[in-house]
């Protein structure tokens, strides 16, 4: 995703942290349509999610160490 419409500010958040938590595709496990590997961290992405202004989008960039 480039740009949202209706989006007029974007805040990245870098999240650096000793170990990264990944979730990668397994031919058998994932079905199609499933992201080859997704990183996140749930409770601080709903956080930051809950407390931007309604007119931003937030992303998340991880990184380990």
Do not use: N
Not at 30 to 35: I, Q, S, V
Not at 36 to 62: C, M, N, Q, W
């Amino acid at each position: 995703m480039l740009q949202v419409a209706d989006i007029i500010w974007v805040w990245q958040v870098v999240v650096h942290a000793a170990q990264v938590q990944a979730w990668r595709f397994r031919a058998g496990q994932a079905g199609a349509g499933e992201a080859l590997t997704s990183f996140g961290d749930p409770v601080i992405e709903t956080v930051f999610r809950e407390l931007k202004p309604a007119h931003s989008f937030v992303y998340f960039a991880y990184q380990e160490g």
